[in-house]
């Protein structure tokens, strides 16, 4: 099975800016969207962005010009660029890649989370 590991998390000041990776230990070609998702203490788990097999990509209005998600289907890596970061962006951030196996099955894969915090 496939595992994905977040880095790039870390302790930045308001204004500031952070790349977070997802790394997968195979292919993730074949993984139709990935996603981005993060959680702040005491609130409920929210989808950030996410990008497609074809390279399309979505966003949380909150993000919107703030905030670039890519993949690097060669390096089997998932990339989100952050801007601006104000402190409502600290949270856990969590890397979420799903793909359809069957007709009637899909497969979801989580990481663990790396976390990002953003104060003065």
């Known amino acids: 099975q496939v595992q994905l590991v977040e880095s790039g998390g870390a302790l930045v000041q308001p204004g500031g800016s952070l790349r977070l990776s997802c790394a997968a230990s195979?292919?993730?070609?074949?993984?139709?969207?990935m996603s981005w998702y993060r959680q702040a203490p005491g609130k409920e788990r929210e989808l950030v962005a996410t990008v497609t097999d074809s390279g399309n990509t979505n966003y949380v209005d909150s993000v919107k010009g703030r905030f670039t998600v890519s993949r690097d289907n060669a390096q089997n890596t998932m990339y989100l660029q952050m801007n601006g970061l104000t402190p409502e962006d600290t949270a856990v951030y969590y890397c979420?890649?799903?793909?359809?196996?069957?007709?009637?099955?899909?497969?979801?894969?989580w990481g663990e989370g790396t976390l990002v915090i953003v104060s003065s």
């Open positions: 979420h890649a799903r793909r359809q196996v069957t007709v009637d099955t899909a497969i979801n894969q």
């Open positions: 195979g292919s993730i070609s074949r993984f139709e969207i």
